[in-house]
């Protein structure tokens, strides 16, 4: 890790021969290999009393870079919210698991039979499933800050970010309810939500 963000250049003297080694996972390693070396071999001339400084100004964008990046599948941040979505998918489609197994086994059955009633029995599992749902996203989250993902690293768009988990989860919890009454077998309901949560979700 030193040697990526400290360590970007090095030189080696032999025998009147300077070499400049640098980092190449950096752009602007070689260019600043190249000034190092040209100091260098400047300082040795004038006794270190003249340097070369440079600077850096990338060409701004032309309007047909700004739409060919912004459409571009290869940016980090499409590559990262694409796979949070196929992540979702899973997590969305695993509510109904329980539900159709608890239907079909007629445990549901059993506890309205017992005397639970109706609001409770759907307000407990939706509050279950609600925390099962935010720590993936929490942890989601603290994924993003830890490895520094640029297009989410900033503060206000890790509140939306989090904001838009939060109402996802909120619309889809209750539509993966509706859905587990379309299904009798658990595995193949958990298989069709995650298609469908991947299809519609891209």
């Not at 980092?23 to 190249?34: D, I, Y």
């Amino acid at each position: 890790m030193a040697v990526n963000f400290r360590r970007i250049t090095a030189m080696e003297s032999n025998n009147g021969n300077i070499t400049a080694f640098f980092n190449a996972q950096s752009f602007h390693g070689p260019p600043l290999a190249l000034n190092f070396l040209t100091n260098a071999i400047l300082g040795n001339g004038t006794n270190g009393t003249k340097t070369i400084k440079i600077s850096n100004h990338p060409f701004p964008w032309t309007a047909a870079d700004k739409i060919s990046q912004a459409g571009s599948f290869a940016t980090v941040g499409f590559q990262v919210a694409f796979n949070i979505a196929f992540g979702m998918s899973f997590l969305s489609a695993s509510f109904v698991v329980f539900l159709i197994k608890e239907r079909v086994t007629k445990s549901k059955h059993l506890q309205f039979v017992s005397g639970v009633k109706f609001p409770i029995f759907w307000g407990a599992c939706f509050l279950f499933d609600v925390l099962n749902y935010i720590l993936p996203c929490l942890g989601l989250m603290l994924l993003l800050v830890g490895f520094r993902t640029e297009s989410f690293y900033a503060v206000d768009v890790q509140f939306y970010v989090f904001i838009l988990f939060c109402f996802y989860g909120y619309a889809v919890i209750p539509l993966m309810y509706l859905f587990s009454f379309a299904f009798s077998i658990p595995s193949s309901g958990f298989t069709r939500m995650v298609l469908f949560n991947l299809f519609t979700g891209t």
